[in-house]
């Protein structure tokens, strides 16, 4: 009785104690630690691409979890091949000093607008990870041989892509244009 009263308490007392940050599948893979994104990889001996997919602040829907950090692998992939990105930047600034009296003002604003849009075939998850703060990790692969057999279906959704890219543009620009045009009235 008393060594059962022991070997509760040490449980106890161990499983009240500082959290470690052991991870749930052991040591992370290699494939965890690689920035978002695609890369050249080699799995089970077939050549392809990897993309590594993250979701973290998830806590109490596993399944969502898992989903986001696949489709995020996925959209990793995609953005290996194609992407547009744009770049609006404005800046304003001004001084006006009155004898004593100074007045200074700054305004500066970014705009990062990213678009990638296609058609990957033969994409498969092939690993998942969680380490123990619940971020979850997914590794999708394209073989080298699928991607070959999609170039034609993705030539066919840039041209579709472009446009609704130019289109965008076209509208972030002439924002731009009728902003510098307010500031030349000034």
Known sequence: MRVSL???????VVSCGPKTHELKGGRAPAWANRAPGGWKCDLEGKSGFCSM??????RHDAAMRR????????AGLQRLFD?????????????????RDASEEQHVEQALKTFSAGHLSGVEMRDYWENDSGDAFALAFLSLD???AALDKMGELSAKAREVIK????????????????QEVK
């Open 6 to 12: 022991l070997l509760v308490s040490v449980m106890f």
């Open 53 to 58: 997919g993250m979701v973290s602040g998830v």
């Open 67 to 74: 989903t986001a950090a696949a489709e995020r692998a996925r």
């Open 83 to 99: 992407t547009y990105s744009a770049s609006l930047f404005r800046s304003y600034q001004a001084a006006t000093t009155e004898f």
């Open 146 to 148: 699928d991607f070959k």
């Open 167 to 182: 289109a965008n543009a076209d509208k972030m620009f002439q924002e731009l244009r009728e902003e510098e045009a307010k």
